[in-house]
């Protein structure tokens, strides 16, 4: 590999065509975008149809930098991908060719709990637990990317919990090997396929790439000119810092807005606008909810994530209601954030429902029974109690159709079944298709991301037995962790 300090070698078209790697670094920034048009330039040589590929750290790098040559002297026949994108597109089809599928977070946690079962080694004490299961899942994703040789070192010369670790990790990729491929798989498999990329290929601004990202584009250098534009620090940059005293983290959050709008009257763009914090929780949820109440347009992470949205927590809440027996402070708490509908159109009264039980003396599990029908029984003597008494009916209903629903909390059954109680649970709870159509935007959005997990997790009974309720809410809770995170659109 030759460094050409701040200017890109000249590459002849003979060399072009046998293959070069050349490597620029040059600043963050606008010097990096103009690194970036004088790289295609040159990649193109004066034919603006010729194809280049653009390999970019994430895609909102892309669309930036897609959009900065768009506007500084044009962009045609270029193709912006992630170094996993350019791999799917190089050795996808053929690993789909031979019949294996997209690996996804659920499968490995199913393939983990697998190897443990098996041999638990060391991790025996703590082999049931899920996030042991999301420790090892995780190593086993870094170790893939890693070339066997160091692998087999680490077995030798590691220590006694790396060795657990690398013998869990091999028996993974053991049971995933026939049916399934990850990054990894399709990293190898495109390298073996890199022949057929037929473009210059310039790598922009590369933060960390991996041995496997590494070797595809060794190998696409060999036929091919590969162009490296390093990212290099700039000295810390002149300006001014203000230090603002407030009282809470919501007065942070309104004062920071209260800058945003100060610096756009002052003729700063959104665009060159940042907001940073310390943790996530609870500035990322008052940034958001401020920017959005002054009319402010944002793109970044969502400060409402997921878990949070009125499906996602439909289905955790009510999955995990009976952990301790059905209480009635639990079930409210859940009732008060997902206020169910009923067969007739309305929904459950749950502010009427509460009050009564709480009149009725209802606290457990038990106390849904016998004390609730004898509070029923009780309000049907008395003249002006007659509605309630109706509401204490319903109310046991309830209770009595979600506990059939839910099935004992230890009873195994199938990935489908549990999947099918959550398509039921969320339109039933939801008010069925029409009334789901018509949630806001955001909830439609997480709606549709819940639904794509839960179909995920119906194909898992092809390579796992029967699961605990437990088990199906710890890989279902995985997957929508692993659900991709963003608001807005980029560059906006």
């Known amino acids: 590999m030759e460094s050409t300090g701040d200017h890109p070698i000249p590459v002849d078209d003979a060399a072009a065509s046998e293959g070069a790697?050349?490597?620029?670094?040059?600043?963050?920034?606008?010097?990096?975008?103009?690194?970036?048009?004088?790289?295609?330039?040159?990649?193109?040589a004066g034919r603006p149809?010729?194809?280049?590929?653009?390999?970019?750290?994430?895609?909102?790098?892309?669309?930036?930098?897609?959009?900065?040559?768009?506007?500084?002297?044009?962009?045609?026949?270029?193709?912006?991908?992630t170094a996993y994108r350019?791999?799917?597109?190089?050795?996808?089809?053929?690993?789909?060719?031979?019949?294996?599928?997209?690996?996804?977070?659920?499968?490995?946690?199913?393939?983990?709990?697998?190897?443990?079962?098996?041999?638990?080694?060391?991790?025996?004490?703590?082999?049931?637990?899920?996030?042991?299961?999301?420790?090892?899942?995780?190593?086993?994703?870094?170790?893939?990317?890693?070339?066997?040789?160091?692998v087999q070192r680490m077995a030798i010369v590691g220590s006694a919990r790396a060795r657990e670790v690398i013998r869990v990790h091999r028996d993974v990729t053991r049971q995933l090997s026939t049916s399934w491929f990850d990054e990894a798989d399709l990293l190898h498999t495109a390298r073996a396929q890199a022949h057929t990329h037929h473009a210059a290929t310039i790598v922009f601004l590369p933060q960390h790439l991996r041995p496997t990202e590494q070797a595809l584009l060794e190998e696409l250098s060999?036929?091919?000119?590969?162009?490296?534009?390093?990212?290099?620090?700039?000295?810390?940059?002149?300006?001014?810092?203000?230090?603002?005293?407030?009282?809470d983290a919501d007065e942070e959050a309104v004062e920071a807005v209260r800058q945003i709008i100060a610096a756009t009257?002052?003729?700063?763009?959104?665009?060159?606008?940042?907001?940073?914090?310390?943790?996530?929780?609870?500035?990322?949820r008052l940034i958001t909810e401020h920017l959005d109440e002054a009319g402010i347009t944002w793109n970044g992470r969502p400060g409402t994530v997921l878990h949070e949205r009125l499906a996602a927590r439909l289905l955790l809440d009510v999955l995990n209601i009976d952990r301790r027996g059905i209480r009635r402070a639990e079930l409210f708490a859940v009732l008060a954030h997902v206020r169910p509908w009923r067969g007739d159109g309305t929904q459950v009264p749950v502010q009427r429902w509460e009050r009564l039980s709480r009149e009725a003396g209802v606290a457990t599990d038990a106390d849904w029974g016998s004390r609730l029908i004898r509070f029923g029984a009780h309000l049907q003597s008395l003249p002006n109690r007659t509605d309630d008494a109706v509401a204490v009916t319903q109310l046991g209903d309830f209770v009595a159709d979600l506990r059939a629903t839910l099935g004992p909390p230890g009873q195994p059954a199938s990935w489908r079944h549990w999947a099918e109680m959550c398509d039921e649970l969320l339109t039933r709870w939801l008010g069925g298709h029409r009334?789901?159509?018509r949630l806001p935007a955001a909830e439609s959005a997480a709606y549709g991301l819940v639904q794509g997990a839960i179909d995920r997790l119906a194909q898992l009974d092809e390579i796992d037995g029967d699961v605990t309720r437990q088990v199906f809410l710890d890989a279902l809770a995985a997957e929508l962790d692993a659900a991709p995170r963003r608001v807005g659109r980029i560059g906006r």
């Open 21 to 44: 790697w050349t490597t620029r670094s040059t600043p963050y920034g606008p010097p990096a975008m103009a690194a970036l048009r004088a790289a295609v330039d040159f990649a193109k």
């Open 222 to 247: 060999r036929t091919n000119l590969v162009h490296f534009i390093n990212g290099a620090a700039e000295e810390m940059a002149t300006g001014s810092i203000e230090v603002v005293d407030v009282s």
């Open 265 to 284: 009257r002052a003729g700063t763009q959104l665009e060159r606008i940042a907001v940073v914090w310390p943790t996530a929780d609870p500035y990322a």
């Open 86 to 150: 350019l791999a799917e597109l190089l050795g996808g089809p053929q690993l789909v060719g031979a019949g294996r599928r997209p690996v996804s977070t659920p499968v490995v946690d199913v393939a983990v709990s697998r190897a443990l079962a098996q041999h638990p080694g060391m991790f025996a004490p703590v082999a049931r637990h899920h996030a042991t299961v999301s420790a090892l899942r995780d190593l086993h994703r870094e170790l893939r990317h890693l070339p066997e040789s160091t």
């Open 49 to 81: 149809l010729t194809a280049v590929t653009v390999v970019v750290p994430s895609n909102s790098v892309g669309v930036a930098a897609r959009r900065w040559l768009a506007a500084n002297g044009g962009v045609i026949a270029v193709q912006f991908v």
């Open 435 to 437: 009334r789901i159509a």
